[in-house]
């Protein structure tokens, strides 16, 4: 049986099938929250709920207007409300300088990265403006290379800058509905996009070198979400970076 509205949490996570979102939506469940599971793959939804009563996955690309809609409707059929979404779902596109990156690529990073973080906010955003008590929190995932970026990574890196403007807006038109908004920028966490850009065996650096570079468990990167989920609605917190110790990312490259 759901818990009385107004004492039940109700979170969204998007790419919640892998990595960081599975990370959070599992401490989400663990500290009590009722948590819609959102993914493109059905399977690894259910392998993050693993059972959990609480646990909703539901089959959703953020980059289609009708399944992030029809992800917040199930939402709010099930528990009443939204308090949180983390916006995690994003790729890291190809490796590209600005000059090589086809049109396609571009915009297909553009598309998850960029846009799908804008349709599920603005879907939570009517969501908790039209429920009561209205109000609410938005996580976005960012990545510390919304700050610096890596070499040839010129989709991801534009995508994650623009979503600190995304953050700023959400944040700063929130206010009178009491919605907040935050940003954690996230670095050298361990999951499967450290493969990706070979940080286990040698990452591309800015002076052309190759560099193994440190990791940190995932659960860390959950444990800093968890905590921005978990301030009191008096509070916000705006913007986080979480690294891996000794990363080159201060003096990067």
Partial sequence: MSMPKQTQRVAVVTGAGS?????????LLADGYAVALAGRREQQLKETADGHPQALPV?????????????FEATRQKWGRVDLLFNNAGVFGPAASVDEISLADWEATVAVNLTGSMLC?????RAMKAQDPQGGRII??????????????????VTKHALTGLTK??????????????????????????DTIGVGAGALQADGSR?????????????AVLLMANMPPSASVGSVVITAAGMPFIGRG
Wanted: glycine share 8%; net charge negative.
């Fill in 19 to 27: 990595g960081i979102g599975r990370a959070v939506a599992r401490l």
């Fill in 59 to 71: 089959t959703c690309d953020v980059t289609r207007p009708d399944d992030v809609e029809r992800l």
């Fill in 121 to 125: 906010a603005a879907a939570a955003v």
């Fill in 140 to 157: 976005n995932n960012g990545s510390i290379s919304a700050h610096s970026p890596r070499p040839r990574t010129v989709a991801y890196a």
């Fill in 169 to 194: 807006s959400i944040e700063l038109d929130g206010r009178d509905f009491g919605i907040t908004c935050g940003q954690i920028d996230i670095g050298n966490t361990a999951t499967d996009i450290m």
């Fill in 211 to 223: 560099r193994v570079e440190p990791t940190f468990p995932v659960e860390d990167a959950a444990r």
